[in-house]
């Protein structure tokens, strides 16, 4: 994270020599520079027909015969954003830790009976036990994996406390994409080994380092779908952008969106924030407008 952002923080010199509390006992977060800037810039943003042909050729019958990527996805468009940084990873399960423990915020979890009401039920609530966190420590042997279990409202909290916001889908997909428009956050061939994907549960976050994008942006695609700040424009559900552990390949790609309800939670569901870099707002070029 960028010294600016620890500076806005410090606003006393108290407060700034304390450690990171105020005098009150309030913790804030430590400082650290893993995030990555994503420059002002014209991208080419949504899937066209070709792109979508390969991701149903590489998905499960139902998704074909649902037109899934028909009927979720944006037809390309050309978008201006102000430049930003970017988490370099999705937030861990040990960040969020740090974050409880700090506000005193509710741990990751879901009971059954709300697990049910949910009604995307991938997985038996059985498998949410593994993800279940002991007080206020988080699953054994899963530190270094992504948060999950969380709902779009506990992740802009975690964001906002540590001075950043969640990100819009457009300034997701264009980390993932970049200038170039690539179809995958590393390029335009799908390598299976680049990803946790297809798989039994997430994993470390820094587990594919050849997935990365050639800016630095790591895990982008694979291990949990990552909550959006931007609505789906039905007005009832947020805009879930990557894939998950468990995802054919057709699902992960840059341009992949689906929405879920904010108050969701599932352990296919993360996050990551982002920090503003300039103050100029993004703009639209031609096509849908950020607020849709």
């Known amino acids: 994270m960028s010294g600016l952002w620890w500076k806005t923080l410090c606003w006393s010199a108290a407060l700034c020599s304390s450690g990171g509390s105020a005098a009150g006992g309030t913790l804030l977060p430590e400082p650290h520079s893993e995030s990555v800037i994503i420059p002002a810039a014209v991208y080419l943003l949504g899937s066209d027909g070709i792109e979508r042909q390969w991701g149903y050729q590489h998905s499960p019958a139902l998704v074909r015969q649902q037109r899934w990527y028909d009927a979720w996805e944006r037809q390309p468009e050309r978008h201006s954003l102000a430049a930003f940084r970017i988490d370099q990873q999705p937030v861990t399960q040990a960040r969020y830790a740090e974050f409880i423990r700090a506000r005193n915020h509710r741990v990751p979890f879901i009971n059954l009976r709300d697990y049910l009401r949910q009604g995307f039920l991938a997985h038996p609530y059985e498998r949410v036990a593994a993800y279940l966190w002991q007080g206020t ?137 982002v920090t503003d870099a300039l103050p100029a707002p993004s703009t639209v070029i031609q096509g849908l407008t950020a607020d849709e």
């Open 137 to 273: 420590k988080p699953p054994v042997g899963l530190a270094d994996h992504p948060v999950v279990l969380v709902s779009q409202q506990d992740a802009a909290a975690y964001c906002q406390w540590r001075g950043q916001r969640l990100p819009s889908e457009f300034e997701w997909e264009a980390a993932c994409r970049g200038t170039v428009a690539r179809r995958f956050a590393w390029g335009d061939q799908w390598q299976p080994s680049y990803l946790q994907a297809s798989a039994q549960g997430t994993a470390a976050v820094d587990a594919h380092p050849d997935g990365a994008t050639p800016e630095g942006v790591q895990d982008l695609l694979g291990n949990v779908f990552e909550w959006s700040a931007s609505p789906m424009g039905d007005g009832e559900r947020v805009v879930l952008k990557g894939c998950s552990w468990d995802d054919a390949p057709g699902t992960c790609r840059c341009g992949f969106r689906h929405g879920r309800a904010a108050q969701s939670r599932h352990i296919l569901i993360g996050f990551r924030c």
